[in-house]
């Protein structure tokens, strides 16, 4: 096991509502970042988050945001849900620096109905 | 924008039999990761290719990064039950010195005792 946990492991919400999701990176490990992953996809990046900054962001609209604690913990929370953010949401952790490899949590199933 | 592929889509072995995935990037890549996914599972890292014409060997795993890193390929002798699970390459957004990946498509390998 990486270390990295995720909170809640499954989640069912209705279109419209808001949801926050919780990651708790592998300890010494200062970037988190966040990916979604549809069914028979690949993740696809979200953001990242270093030192409690955003550090770069993927095609994902604004209503995606997220946070990142001193402790380096960190939050992805999605407003105004749509059917197609139905997916596994996975945060990865790792040292900043190039190309270090990433340790995955569990992921969070949300189920937008 | 950046596009990383990879074929087969979907490839079923018998035990004992060679298996082999083929990953494509758009763009030139420093460096290139390989992640395996268990079913119902999260991405686990599994190596990283950093020079152009670089081959690596864990056991029964061959990785390759392509002489204008731009490809890679993971090659499985021998396969066994244990191998099952998609098997997804992953390299840095624009190509460059980041750990903000962009994950290939996957390849699902099922393999029949």
């Known amino acids: 096991e990486t270390g990295v946990t995720q909170s809640p492991t499954h989640l069912i919400k209705t279109r419209g509502q808001q949801v926050t999701l919780r990651c708790s990176s592998q300890s010494g490990h200062n970037t988190v970042s966040w990916y979604q992953q549809a069914l028979g996809q690949g993740p696809q990046f979200i953001f990242q988050?270093?030192?409690?900054?955003?550090?770069g962001r993927g095609n994902f609209p604004p209503r995606f945001s997220g946070l990142q604690f001193p402790n380096y913990s960190s939050e992805l929370n999605v407003n105004a849900l749509e059917l197609d953010d139905s997916a596994l949401y996975l945060c990865a952790s790792s040292f900043v620096g190039p190309s270090d490899e990433q340790y995955f949590g569990p992921g969070t199933r949300l189920t937008v109905t | 924008g950046q596009q990383v592929m990879q074929i087969p889509q979907y490839q079923h072995v018998q035990e004992g039999e060679d298996f082999t995935t083929y990953c494509n990037s758009s763009t030139t890549l420093s460096n290139i990761q390989w992640y395996k996914q268990r079913p119902g599972g999260h991405p686990v890292f599994l190596i990283q290719?950093?020079?152009?014409?670089e081959v690596k060997k864990q056991k029964r795993l061959t990785f390759q990064f392509g002489e204008a890193k731009k490809n890679s390929s993971l090659h499985i002798t021998a396969t066994q039950t244990t191998d099952v699970g998609t098997y997804f390459c992953?390299?840095?957004?624009?190509?460059?010195?980041?750990?903000?990946?962009?994950f290939g498509t996957g390849t699902l390998l099922a393999v029949q005792p």
């Open positions: 988050y270093y030192r409690e900054e955003e550090n």
């Open positions: 992953a390299g840095p957004e624009g190509g460059g010195a980041t750990n903000k990946l962009i």
């Open positions: 290719l950093v020079k152009s014409g």
